[in-house]
């Protein structure tokens, strides 16, 4: 049971961290020393879960902590959530007598210092330079090593899918492929209005109708699509991003997803149907695709100069003409495996056919609007991924479904005061 709890959910124990390690390293060199917090009150207690405390000194070494990895959201807000689930998560823990060795959680605190490209100490070294103290590094490695724990052992056995699951989500179902039916709904998100989208997402969950979902979409969503209320035709899901398509394989129709954590954005998608195809499903082992990036955001002058170039191009070489005498930073093309690229990208590439374009995503916190491009797609020979690894992504998405929905009952059951 180890092997599979280490290949399917090692991701569970740095999940809110994994976002943002690609940056962490630029970001913490960047980072002023913090200003000393007020000894006055440090420790005084801001919320009570049950008879467990998070004092105001927590809160605040939680957001500098989720500042500095440039967590999604509001800082100080999602501070406080995390905080509290961490304290449902450790009573449940003691509850059952799981408590992780300070051998274990040296091993994560090194793990996510590896991920930055850091030792420990070089780790921890630069995390102090921002105000952060080694223990609430250790405290948050202890949770999520505990928590992964106790999730395998608790749903492990349910959350293992079937051969016919494995065959569907690897579109080997019959002797074709497999297409899906989405409909899709995208809100740019900042400092500022991180606490709005989170109501906005939490409303469009509760939706139960194709119809409700179409008019949220119309009204919220940035992507082109809310111009046919969020509603995008068939495709085939191979073309969706790797990490993206065990969720949706796990929708029934009318269902929803999570939010799902995009570069300055979340998305939610609506299963709208299913279908297998008959011939041989393709994969891709390269994505070829161009960015070329426009200052002044998704205002109408900008989108009025991106869609007259849009029409001026034919293929991707034709933007080097564009980009010429400019800085080389303003192009940018690229040729990745589906896994590498970012989830908004490979999000709009999965909607684009070889020279179309997207002009639905920005960058710089909104201020630059990126002309997307599908320049082509290199056609992978052979089965693609195996099958464990089809198994162990739909195994990590139950867990993490089956988890959440258990730290919400937990959640539900608790007593909580807000100071």
Do not use: H
């Not at 807000?77 to 059952?96: C, G, T």
């Not at 139960?208 to 995008?232: I, K, M, V």
């Not at 162990?392 to 089956?402: E, G, I, K, Y």
């Amino acid at each position: 049971m180890q092997t599979i709890l280490t290949q399917a959910f090692s991701a569970s124990l740095i999940r809110s961290l994994s976002k943002a390690t690609v940056a962490l390293t630029l970001s913490l060199a960047l980072s002023s020393t913090a200003a000393p917090v007020a000894a006055q009150g440090l420790f005084s207690p801001a919320v009570t879960v049950d008879s467990a405390v998070i004092t105001q000194y927590e809160l605040k070494q939680r957001a500098l902590f989720m500042g500095v990895l440039r967590t999604p959201g509001n800082p100080e807000i999602m501070a406080r959530e995390e905080l509290i689930k961490d304290r449902l998560k450790m009573a449940e823990l003691d509850r059952v007598g799981i408590s992780p060795s300070e051998e274990d959680i040296t091993a994560g605190m090194t793990e996510l210092a590896g991920r930055a490209n850091l030792s420990l100490n070089e780790f921890l070294t630069v995390l102090k330079q921002s105000g952060i103290e080694p223990e609430t590094v250790r405290d948050f490695t202890k949770v999520g090593i505990g928590w992964r724990e106790y999730v395998g052992g608790r749903f492990l056995s349910r959350a293992r899918p079937t051969e016919v699951e494995i065959d569907r989500a690897m579109g080997q179902a019959g002797s074709g492929g497999v297409q899906v039916l989405l409909s899709e709904l995208i809100v740019p998100i900042n400092e500022q209005n991180a606490e709005q989208v989170q109501n906005l997402t939490d409303q469009v969950g509760e939706i139960t109708s194709f119809a409700a979902f179409s008019s949220a979409a119309t009204q919220y969503s940035a992507s082109d699509s809310r111009n046919n209320g969020g509603r995008l035709p068939w495709m085939n899901l191979t073309k969706l991003p790797p990490q993206l398509q065990p969720v949706v394989l796990a929708l029934d129709p009318g269902e929803i997803t999570e939010p799902l954590p995009l570069q300055g954005a979340v998305a939610m998608f609506q299963m709208r149907g299913v279908r297998e195809v008959t011939g041989s499903r393709q994969t891709y082992s390269a994505i070829d695709y161009a960015s070329y990036y426009l200052p002044g955001g998704r205002n109408a002058e900008t989108l009025a100069q991106a869609q007259k170039i849009a029409d001026s191009l034919d293929t991707c070489e034709d933007l080097y003409g564009v980009a010429k005498d400019q800085d080389p930073s303003v192009l940018d093309r690229q040729s990745l495996v589906p896994a590498e690229i970012p989830q908004d990208i490979g999000i709009e590439l999965a909607k684009l056919d070889p020279n179309e374009i997207s002009l639905s995503l920005t960058r710089n916190q909104g201020q630059t609007l990126v002309l997307l491009m599908l320049c082509g797609r290199t056609a992978q020979l052979g089965e693609g991924e195996s099958r464990e690894t089809v198994a162990n992504a739909l195994t990590n998405q139950r867990l993490t479904s089956l988890a959440d929905s258990f730290l919400e009952q937990l959640r539900a059951d608790a007593l909580i005061i807000e100071k």
